[in-house]
């Protein structure tokens, strides 16, 4: 099968993404069925401290190699390399 090679670019994911992909996820089943009002005070509560550890977590992960930008490339990218920076 021509996709069982994808596994080889793909690359495990910070255990937050999942775990606030999860909370995000019971947070709409909750939704949906009818449960005491302490579980809707508990996720609405956590949802924000559970997005700040989703983007310190993702804001810190160094399983991309980055380089050092050059003088001038601030704008530039570094996955792309159709796309640099402005020239004067």
């Not at 949906?32 to 977590?57: C, G, K, R, S």
Request: charged share 15%; proline share 6%.
């Amino acid at each position: 099968m021509a996709l069982s090679g994808c596994s080889v670019f793909m690359r495990t994911l910070p255990t937050a993404v999942h775990v606030v992909t999860g909370a995000l996820l019971l947070n709409m089943l909750v939704a949906f069925i009818h449960l005491p009002v302490w579980v809707y005070f508990l996720l609405f509560a956590a949802a924000p401290f559970l997005m700040v550890w989703l983007a310190w977590t993702i804001l810190r992960d160094k399983s991309v190699p980055m380089r050092e930008l050059e003088d001038g490339a601030e704008w530039g990218y570094q996955d792309r390399t159709d796309i640099g920076p402005v020239r004067d």
